[in-house]
Nanobody, 123 residues
Framework: QVQLVESGGGLVQPGGSLRLSCAAA??????????MAWYRQAPGQQRELVAN???????NYADSVKGRFTISRDGPKNTVYLQMNSLKPEDTAVYYC???????????????WGQGTQVTVSP
């Protein structure tokens, strides 16, 4: 019901920066997003939370990215961003956007995932 479209992944050298974007849309439905988050999954590993941001802009980060990554959101545009600085090879993963909230005439709960975007940090 609510689709998430991600962009901004790619190949970057260690120490470099990337900015990921995730835009939410729901054709024909009104919706409200409460929590948005970024997760990542490296090959052979479980998906892990990178950062999340509430509707009130409270943020939470994984210890491994604190001080290097910044999550932010543009409420009117229903978009969340992840600014990634000082990237390390261990940040290499597929990054997924996640959104939770309410949608439709009866204000049902929803949780949606983006399609994933590859981030590769390599010399």
């Amino acid at each position: 019901q609510v689709q998430l479209v991600e962009s901004g992944g790619g190949l970057v050298q260690p120490g470099g920066s990337l900015r990921l974007s995730c835009a939410a849309a729901a054709s024909g439905n009104i919706f409200r997003i409460n929590n948005m988050a970024w997760y990542r999954q490296a090959p052979g590993q479980q998906r892990e939370l990178v950062a999340n941001i509430t509707s009130g802009s409270s943020t939470n980060y994984a210890d491994s990215v604190k001080g290097r990554f910044t999550i932010s959101r543009d409420g009117p545009k229903n978009t969340v961003y992840l600014q990634m600085n000082s990237l390390k090879p261990e940040d290499t993963a597929v990054y997924y956007c996640n959104a939770q909230g309410r949608v439709g005439d009866i204000w049902s709960r929803f949780e949606s995932w983006g399609q994933g975007t590859q981030v590769t940090v390599s010399p």
